[in-house]
């Protein structure tokens, strides 16, 4: 991961034309929870790994000034924000968790501002979380398009922009319509209360409906260049899904294609089952690799796992109480640990908790741990006060407990030995998890 540095700029004979392989980003990042904030790279080699964050070091309001290295136009998002950087930009930016209140000045600002707007594949595109989905596909169809011309028209408008931008930017347009299509079945009312084959009748029809202009929107997108856009790396995952492979039967991968997504599945084989013969089989992969920065995003994660692999030293990391009095995990050295991970806004972390504290009463030489991974201190010390728990409550957003632990997502639970001399870590086990559930099964039985 880079860090970007906070730079007083003095110009003391006149000032010079920005250097073009570098950009300047000034302004406030506000509500992001910490001083250090991630500026995650976007492009196509984020599907693989992270090595190409930077972080953004701010005050205490949140303003920070820096100048970072750039050799060619790249996305980058901050929070919820995407951000589309060129060399020579002089952007002056104020960026809060909402991408809509965002503002940008100076070189660059036509470009970000006009990636306000940009849509969420997770919340299906252009259906808005369900809130555009219309009686029948049909109707929301004919409402996509016409959110997809506005959203076109607006693109064609910019003044200030690269051809190669708006190429990019039609092509995210095309992804997002697609992408729209592929979500329609998870929030439509006509789908709801259907049998199987009765909702896979219906996907037919409307899949039919679909075919030719979802052809031909791939056919735009089949060039390298797109997999630099989010979304076009989130529909390509629906290829060999045999539900959507009428949709992609024209569509033929690049050897560039090829190894993103090879190298994605061997990213998850390490977040799933970290073991030396995986390392081996990955490592091999990865040395065969023609695309340079697929294969150093490849050996970067390796390099992580690495530290996790039975016998390493635990990574260390730092975390509070609710007294703010601060603690790391080296403090605990000699104890069987078992750590839970969680958030206020995690459902099934609430879920799983009084079973974890059950299993602290029942086992008193462990050491239990609760770290929650809340950004918003106030909402957790909320939660905390009315929580009771008999277990001492720790907070950290220490980025050494994300990176060093391989985070993916939360809960999750680690337990390990550590040693005066040394340690063994543990990936997230799937049999403590299912213990855990079957607590709280047999906790919710016993009380019927």
Not at 78 to 91: A, F, H, K, Q, V
Not at 259 to 288: M, W
Not at 328 to 352: H, N, V
Request: hydrophobic letters at 35%.
């Amino acid at each position: 991961m880079k860090y970007g540095l906070i730079l007083g700029i003095v110009c003391l004979c006149g000032c010079q034309q920005p250097v073009k392989n570098t950009v300047h980003l000034s302004g406030q990042l506000v509500d992001m929870g910490r001083a250090g904030v991630i500026m995650r790279y976007d492009g196509a080699a984020s599907l693989i790994g992270d090595s190409r964050d930077i972080i953004l070091y701010t005050d205490a309001e949140g303003h920070f000034d820096t100048v970072l290295p750039l050799e060619k136009p790249e996305y980058y998002s901050i929070s919820r924000n995407t951000l589309y950087l060129t060399p020579g930009d002089e952007l002056k930016m104020y960026i809060t968790t909402d991408n809509r209140q965002a503002r940008f000045e100076g070189v660059g600002a036509e470009a970000n501002t006009y990636m306000k707007e940009r849509l969420f594949p997770k919340g299906g595109s252009y259906l808005e979380g369900g809130s555009n989905v219309k009686a029948d596909f049909r109707e929301t169809r004919k409402l996509i398009g016409s959110l997809a011309q506005v959203r076109e028209k607006q693109l064609e408008a910019l003044q200030n922009v690269s051809e190669e931008f708006k190429a990019l930017e039609k092509g995210r347009i095309y992804a997002d319509v697609i992408n729209s299509y592929l979500y329609y079945a998870s929030y439509a009312d006509e789908f709801r209360g259907k049998s199987r084959e009765e909702t896979r009748e219906l996907q037919k029809t409307y899949r039919a409906e679909a075919l030719s202009e979802v052809k031909e929107k791939l056919n735009y997108l089949n060039e390298d260049r797109f997999l630099e856009v989010a979304v076009v790396r989130n529909i390509l995952f629906y290829r060999e899904d045999p539900e959507y492979r009428s949709y992609f039967e024209d569509y033929r991968m690049s050897p560039r294609c090829e190894e993103l997504y090879q190298g994605f599945e061997k990213v998850s084989a390490l977040r799933h089952d970290l073991n030396l013969q995986v390392v081996d089989d990955i490592r091999t992969v990865g040395n065969r690799m023609q695309q340079a920065d697929f294969a150093v995003e490849l050996q970067k994660k390796l390099e992580q796992a690495a530290r996790l692999l039975p016998g390493q030293p635990a990574p260390d990391f730092k975390m509070t109480d609710v007294d703010g009095n601060e603690k790391k995990l080296s403090d605990f050295r000699g104890k069987l640990i078992y750590i839970d991970l969680w958030a206020t806004w995690c459902g099934p972390c609430i879920q799983e908790s009084p079973a974890f504290t059950a299993l602290s009463e029942k086992y008193p030489d462990i050491e239990f741990l609760q770290i929650s991974r809340d950004e918003q201190k106030e909402a957790w010390e909320s939660y905390i006060a009315h929580k009771n728990s008999p277990l001492t409550q720790y907070n950290s957003v220490d980025m050494e407990l994300a990176e060093g632990w391989q985070l993916f997502y939360i809960p999750v639970l680690f337990w390990w030995i550590k040693s005066r001399r040394s340690s063994m870590p543990m990936l997230p086990d799937r049999l403590l998890r299912k213990l855990l559930r079957c607590w709280i099964h047999f906790q919710k039985h016993k009380q019927k």
